[in-house]
Structure formats: C-alpha cells, structure tokens
C-alpha cells in the first residue's frame, strides 16, 4: 500500500495515511533516538496537529503551518501544469518605466 492516498468525497478531500508506514518514517531517523511508548497517544497527536507545525519564518515575520505552504505549493504546481488553477499575467506599468523599478507612481 502507497503510504498515503488522496479521495474526494462529499466535498472534502480524504487523506489516508497508512499508520503503520507512517510510524516507520516517523521514527527512521537512528540520529533522533526515538522509540515508540504509547502508539494511541502519539497517533491522536498527529491526527490533531499534522497540518499545525510550523517549520520556517515567511517574508512578513510569521510562522506559516504546513497546511498553509501545502496548500499553496499545490496550487502553484497545479497552475504550471494547467490543472485547474490560472495563474495571472503581471500588469505592466503604464508609466513607460521599467517595470523592475516600477514603485506604483
């Protein structure tokens, strides 16, 4: 089994996520020197905080989720490949300037 799938359903769109091969990347890592204690404890802790961590700092100080630059990163992809999403034609100034040192004037 792929170790996750994508459905849609009902409006919503249904990730599953095999556990067993989930936890097996989880803890894969030899220099993290991770053991599993509590399997139900650590799963219901994935379920509520998967798309919450945040990993890096964005262009305005703020600590985006996964959710946010996942969602982003397919829409962008989905927009190069023409699949759904169009992508908008940058307006030129109409100033006659160079549009690299346009500053909206």
Do not use: Y
């Not at 067993?20 to 994935?46: G, K, T, W, Y």
């Not at 509520?48 to 964005?58: A, I, P, R, S």
């Not at 940058?90 to 909206?104: I, K, L, R, S």
């Amino acid at each position: 089994m792929e170790p996750l799938t994508v459905t849609r359903r009902a409006g919503r769109i249904v990730l599953e996520i095999d556990e067993n091969r989930f936890l097996a990347d989880a803890l894969s890592n030899p220099e993290n020197h991770l053991s599993l204690a509590d399997r139900q404890a650590f799963f219901d802790f994935v379920a509520k905080h998967l798309f919450t961590l945040t990993h890096d700092v964005d262009e305005n100080g703020a600590h985006p989720s996964w959710w946010l630059r996942l969602s982003q990163a397919l829409a962008n992809a989905a927009a190069s490949a023409r699949q759904g999403i169009n992508r908008a034609e940058a307006v030129a100034p109409t100033c006659g300037c160079d549009p690299e040192e346009h500053d909206g004037g």
